[in-house]
Every structure is written in structure tokens, then in C-alpha cells.
């Protein structure tokens, strides 16, 4: 591997992106962070602007590379990774026709129970098209109306006029590419949530007629599909100009957030489990074979490897809670109190948390503060805490919060190693909250699995985007991998703190089943809108 060589990784997330200089061995040498805007509409509405994010793109890389940490003709390669499930709609000259309606949107919810429903219903989905798309492509799309499908349909019912004018639909990374190369691609893995694909053949996924007719999409209005390790072309010269980069970098396909953590998490080989905590969180592996649990509503679908599944699902709410208690109930900046919180608010959480004793007085947190998609999907669920009195501190709640994103991930654990068929014997953690030991050492008493806490666990998206580039360029192969990736520490489970967790896991679960009537009835009319 030729460590001469530097790779200019874009980590578009929801809150912005991140640009990142690193190896082709995935070590990061620098970052920089531009932040960009969420919209929120009262139905239910998400959205973003493309423009902004490339705008935020260009302003982080030049401030990225104007310090000059390598020579400019070091960097060969440009990979981005993004946020996913997102739909972006541009016409012919790449210009986005309207905002990108974000993965949050719930606004095609409706078109999706209608085009998916029928006379004899399966967890709510009509037989004969729950089969169909059970055996096409591994899975069916949501009812939350999150997957890109329900964007577009959205988009064909309520704004017939964008519609027509728009050429392509695109993913985030895909259109960053579109902006750095001129081309319009998408990648096998990241297409999966159109729900379009006939993915029997992990060697030939393809478009199907059937799945186009059934849903009313126009084929030209997708782009073609391509690896994730292909090289999609080379800098536009006014790019590259802007950039001060050669004209000659190449710009790598890429693939999505989820997919370029599992990467860089190290955990590459079938059934190595990981367990990404960041805004939302998730447990997964890659696997040998398509396969579908529509009760915990997650799928074995493409992955960015070749010829390689990956267990997809998502816990909505996971680091955002603290993000919540810190931003809207420590520090909300209104007329009661003004200033920002202080930098380092979150490392001050891991401290006070520390301070108490596990199962926080028995008070516990559910998070589900924008509904959930696995263990269950329930878009009217919501969070709060349980078990509070007057003696219920501070610290209680910060613990709490940890530890009620520990036990939503227990029982996600549960319904992943039945799926899988296999127990995890341990997981590497990688996200931001992978940074706080006090969160590993939860993580591992409540799961009662060792946690492996990756080097640089908030770079792993960065590093796996490093890793498709380095694929892409002949540096390496993805079974090198897992020999790259330094885990930082291990945290072996507590026994000492298993009857208390036990005890209140089982509760946690019990609170949910004893009270979604109620979420229903409260929540109904108004989605993820309340």
C-alpha cells in the first residue's frame, strides 16, 4: 500500500459535512466540519438544500486544504459517503429542482400503504406485493414513508410539475459526485431503498420492469448503477481549480454512511458484528445470503463489498437524546436563558453519568424521540423518562439517556443474532458516543457482550470512504481490512451489574408493549411532526 498517496473523504451528514484527509490505510490526518441547515414542516416534513451542501463542501475542503498538511499532488482520490435515504431532485444540467426531502420526511408515507396494501394484508402489506418484493429484492418499503420511494412518490402526487422536469433522482453522495465529475451514477448498494431492484443475483442487480410498472416510476428518471469501488471519472477542471487540486484526482463511486462505517469499523468478515452509535444507531454484520425479518423490520440486502450482504436496519434516536436534553431542555437559548452550552457539555455528561450508580435509581429514558425503525417500526412511538420522583437529579437523567439507548440496542441485539443465526461474541463501536468510555462500559453490561472501541471511533465513516478509494485504486482489498483497523480498548461486562440491567431492560420493553395504544392515540394525526 502506498502510503504517498492521501484520499480526500466527504462524510455528508445530516448536520453537515465533514471533510477529512486521510492514507489509503485510513489514517486520518486532519478534518473540518461545515454545518448545514435541517427544515422542518408541520406534516411531517424534511428537508435540505443541495446547494448549501455543496457549498458547505467546498468551503470545509479548501479550509481542509489550506493547511497544507501534503503536498497538493499527494491527494490521487476523492470518496464521499453520506447520509442515505435521502432524495434529491435535479434536471439535465445537475441544478436541484427542489429542496433534497431528507430521510426523516414521512410525507409518502400514504402513497406507500396504497401502493403496498391489498385485500389479504401481512404486517399491513397486501400478499401477492409482499411476495413479490420479498423475493425481488430482500425486502418491501417501509410504511414510515422514510425510504427513498415514498420521496418520490410524494414528490409525483404533490408536485406533479418537479416531476416531469426532473432527470435524475439522487442519493447525497451521488449528487456531491454529479457536482465534482458531471456524471450521474448511483451505486447497487445505496440504490436498495428505491425498493426497484431485482437483487437475487448479488452479481447482477438490475432495475426490474416489474417492481417500475407496479410503482409508476420512470426508469430514465434513475440513474445507472455502478460498484462502489468504481471510479465514476476525474475532477471537473473548475472544480479542481477552486479546490487547488489536479484535474487528474480521481472521484470514486462511493457508497453510504452505514455501509462506509461498517468499512471502517474493521469488522469485515460474515457475522463480525459492529454497533455504530452517532445521532442514530445501529447493529449489524455483513452475511453471505439475502434474507428479510419483516417483524423487526430489517433486511440482508447489497453491499458495498462484491458479493456481499449487509444487515440493514436503524434506531432512530441514539447520541441525538443527549444532543435533545442538552439543546432543548440544559441549554435551549430562548427567553429564559441565552448563551450556548459550553464546548465541552458532552465530555461534562460522561463525568456526571460516571457519578451514578448503574440503573440510575431505576429511572429509565426511552428513546425514541422520533418515532423508531428497528426493533420496531413505530412512527408514533416517542420518548420520555419513566420512573421519575423528587429525588431524581441531573445526573440521573444524563445516565439515564445512556443507558435507555443501551437497552433499545439490547433488544435490536436480540432480534439481529436471531436473524443472523449467529451470536456476536463481541462488537467493535465505532460514533461519536463510541468516544466516551462510560458509554462503552453501558454498552457492554447491558448487551453482556465485550465492546471493542475502535481507534478514532468518530472517523470511521472517513476511514471506510478512504478504504472504497483505496479498493478503487488497486492499493488494497476489503479482506485487508479487518488487519488495519487498531482496536483502542475492550470493555468485558460487569457481572456485578447484570441483575439490575436484567431487570430493567425487561421493563423497558414492557413499557413500550403496555403503552403504543397510547402513543397511537396521541400520535396518529401528526406523524413525526410532534
Known sequence: MDNSKYVLCIDLGTSGPKVTLASMAGDVLAHEFEATAMVF???????????????AVKTAAKRLLARNLVPAESIVAISATSQWSTSVAVDKRGHPLMNAISWMDTRGAKYVKSLTGGLLKIQGYGLTKLLTWLKLTGGIPTHSGKDSIAHILFIKHEMPEIYRETYKFLEPKDYLNLQMTGQFAASFDVSLLLWLTDNRDIKNIHYDEKLLKLTGIDRDKLPDLKHSHDILGTLKPDVAAELGLSATVKVVVGTCDAQSAALGSGAVKDYEAHLYLGTSSWISCFVPQKGTDLIHNMAAVPSAIPGRYYILNEQESAGGCLLYLRDSLLFPNDE?????????????????????TPGSDRVIFTPWLYGERTPIEDATVRGGFFNVSLKTRREHLIRAIMEGVAYNSRWLLESMESFAKHRFDSLNMIGGGAQADIWCQIMADVLNRPIRQMKDPIRANSRGAAYVAAVALGEMTYHDIDKIVPVAKTFQPNPDNQAIYNELYAEFVNIYKRNRGSYARLNRQHGHSS
Open 336 to 356: 429564559l436563558q441565552s448563551g450556548a452550552p459550553p464546548e465541552d457539555v458532552l465530555l461534562r455528561f460522561d463525568h456526571i453519568a460516571e457519578r451514578v
Open 41 to 55: 414542516h408541520p406534516d411531517g416534513g424534511a428537508e435540505q438544500d443541495p446547494n448549501e451542501w455543496w457549498h
